[in-house]
């Protein structure tokens, strides 16, 4: 089973810069699929940004194009969310995500983070 620690989330006004880590444990992830999801209060859980093993694929939601940049280093067994020019309704608990299936984000093989709390004033 692999272990997710996320760091980097914290308090920043409208347009600043966080930089979220999740490093794994318990097993290499070089070959996973890693993803971060959000989720606001009273709002679902949704997919923010995806990579693929190799780091030659990624995904972003179209909220976010263009301002959060996903990169991953398989040497540190770590997955990065660059979040610039945030917003207000950037605001939720940011999770880290890694499926051995791609990017099927769901089964009992997929882990999880405890998740970081990005908060964004305006």
């Known amino acids: 089973q692999v272990q997710l620690v996320e760091s980097g989330g914290g308090l920043v006004q409208a347009g600043g810069s966080l930089r979220l880590s999740c490093a794994a444990s318990?097993?290499?992830?070089?070959?996973?699929?890693m993803g971060w999801f959000r989720q606001a209060p009273g709002k679902e859980r949704e997919l923010v940004s995806a990579?693929?093993?190799?780091?030659?694929?990624?995904y972003y939601t179209n909220s976010v194009k263009g301002r959060f940049t996903i990169s991953r280093d398989n040497a540190l067994n770590t997955v990065y969310l660059q979040m610039n020019s945030l917003k207000p309704e950037d605001t939720a608990v940011y999770y880290c995500?890694?499926?051995?299936?791609?990017?099927?984000?769901?089964?009992?093989?997929?882990?999880w983070g405890q998740g970081t709390q990005v908060t964004v004033s305006s």
């Open positions: 995500v890694a499926s051995p299936k791609g990017t099927m984000w769901s089964g009992p093989t997929v882990s």
């Open positions: 990579i693929s093993w190799s780091g030659g694929t990624t």
């Open positions: 318990g097993r290499t992830v070089s070959n996973y699929g």
